[in-house]
């Protein structure tokens, strides 16, 4: 059973994480238009693991007798300076997705609700991961700089990334 609150702000993460996956797939749209469609396929496949991040939430909810509450969102933005700021935001966005969800383990902890602190162990877990993979892409465009073999070998190297769904247990 969620109390009203909790439930409000599951489904609040739920917008956040479906607004992450809309995000990643203008930021992919980007890296298409400047002919990067490796790093494009990198982020579209971080918009479907988003995408599976939102279900997750959609399913916690409803298997513990809520009601979701589907909320609209702004456009993302579309354009960026360089690859080097598309990921700086991207890595920002991922930073504000970390707060809320260390946010609603406290909310879950404070109302001693067990079943959604369980729940949301696997996105703190994810969130490291999350971070730790924008702050490493960052760091080697920081490195690449304006060398256009650089970016071309990275584009390549993230052209490789392939979509794993998440497994099934929360």
Same mark, same amino acid.
Request: aromatic letters at 12%; zero cysteines; hydrophobic letters at 40%.
């Given at each position: 059973?969620? !109390?009203?609150?909790?439930?409000?702000? &599951?489904? *609040?993460?739920?917008?956040? /994480?479906? #607004?992450?996956?809309?995000?990643?797939? $203008?930021?992919?749209?980007?890296?298409?238009?400047?002919?990067?469609?490796?790093?494009? !396929?990198?982020?579209?496949?971080?918009? &479907?693991? *988003?995408?599976?991040?939102? /279900?997750? #939430?959609?399913?916690?909810?409803?298997? $513990?007798?809520?009601?979701?509450?589907?909320?609209?969102?702004?456009?993302?933005?579309?354009?960026?300076?360089?690859?080097?700021?598309?990921?700086?935001?991207?890595?920002?966005?991922?930073?504000?997705?970390?707060?809320?969800?260390?946010?609603?383990?406290?909310?879950?902890?404070?109302?001693?609700?067990?079943?959604?602190?369980?729940?949301?162990?696997?996105?703190?877990?994810?969130?490291?991961?999350?971070?730790?993979?924008?702050?490493?892409?960052?760091?080697?465009?920081?490195?690449?700089?304006?060398?256009?073999?650089?970016?071309?070998?990275?584009?390549?190297?993230?052209?490789?990334?392939?979509?794993?769904?998440?497994?099934?247990?929360?």
């Amino acid at each position: 059973m969620l !109390s009203p609150k909790l439930q409000d702000t &599951l489904n *609040e993460q739920m917008k956040n /994480e479906f #607004f992450s996956a809309y995000l990643y797939m $203008a930021i992919a749209g980007y890296f298409q238009s400047e002919d990067l469609p490796g790093i494009a !396929s990198w982020m579209r496949v971080q918009a &479907l693991e *988003e995408m599976t991040h939102g /279900e997750k #939430f959609y399913n916690f909810i409803a298997d $513990a007798a809520g009601r979701t509450d589907f909320r609209g969102f702004e456009a993302p933005k579309n354009t960026y300076e360089s690859p080097l700021d598309a990921f700086r935001y991207s890595l920002k966005h991922e930073n504000f997705v970390t707060d809320r969800i260390n946010k609603l383990m406290d909310l879950a902890k404070e109302e001693s609700n067990h079943a959604a602190q369980i729940f949301l162990q696997w996105f703190v877990t994810e969130q490291v991961e999350e971070e730790a993979s924008f702050s490493l892409i960052v760091r080697k465009l920081e490195r690449i700089g304006n060398d256009g073999n650089g970016l071309l070998r990275l584009d390549e190297e993230l052209a490789q990334r392939v979509f794993v769904p998440p497994a099934t247990a929360a």
